[in-house]
Each structure stands twice: as structure tokens, then as C-alpha cells.
Nanobody, 116 residues
Framework: QVQLVESGGGLVQAGGSLRLSCAVS????????MGWYRQAPGKQRELVAR???????NYADSVKGRFTISGDNAKNAVYLQMSSLKPEDTAVYYC??????????WGQGTQVTVSS
């Protein structure tokens, strides 16, 4: 069974930094893309950043220049370095992975809280 194991997150003051990590564990998954989504209270889940194993990234406009996504194909892992955090970045952040057959998995979510 494939699982996404997340770590990182927590409470930080505005302007601070946090790093999220996520790795695929369990059965072979043949990852095609991995990424991070977030959901704030009362809002829909939205894409934050995504990276493809063959290269290429995309970011939400709201985080461009502040967040950086990177991946380790050998470990089936993805990282999100978040800098210059703002209170509006407060949300539950979810790791997502999709394989080449279109099957996807979600992590359990990790809370990021940015205080003003």
C-alpha cells in the first residue's frame, strides 16, 4: 500500500521560513509528479507548487518568489521551502503524488500557521 509521509510545518512568525518534506512509502508507485496543495478554513484546496520527475515546476502566483519546490527522484521525495511567510499562508498543507497511470495519493496534511 502506498502512503505519503509528511513532515515539517508548525507555527512561525510572519517573515519566517519553514520546510515541508514528503516521501512515498510502501509499494512501488512510479511517480510522475509530486506537489503540495493547501486548504485554509472555509476555502477550497488549492495548488501551491508541483514538480515533475522529468523536470519542470509550477507555482501558484501567490507563492512565486517565496516558495521553492524540489524533488529527489531516488527517494521519491518532494520538499517545499517556504520563505517570507505571510499570515495568509496559514493552512493545512497536503502532499500529493501522481503516477504515470493517473493514480494519485494524498498525504494526511500538516498544519502551517503564520502569526502576524
Amino acid at each position: 500500500q502506498v502512503q505519503l509521509v509528511e513532515s515539517g510545518g508548525g507555527l512561525v512568525q510572519a517573515g519566517g521560513s519553514l520546510r515541508l518534506s514528503c516521501a512515498v512509502s510502501g509499494s512501488i508507485f512510479d511517480v510522475a509528479t509530486m506537489g503540495w496543495y493547501r486548504q485554509a478554513p472555509g476555502k477550497q484546496r488549492e495548488l501551491v507548487a508541483r514538480i515533475a520527475t522529468v523536470g519542470g515546476t509550477n507555482y501558484a502566483d501567490s507563492v512565486k518568489g517565496r516558495f521553492t519546490i524540489s524533488g529527489d527522484n531516488a527517494k521519491n521525495a518532494v520538499y517545499l521551502q517556504m520563505s517570507s511567510l505571510k499570515p495568509e499562508d496559514t493552512a493545512v498543507y497536503y502532499c500529493h503524488a501522481a503516477n504515470r497511470r493517473g493514480v494519485d495519493r494524498w498525504g494526511q496534511g500538516t498544519q502551517v500557521t503564520v502569526s502576524s
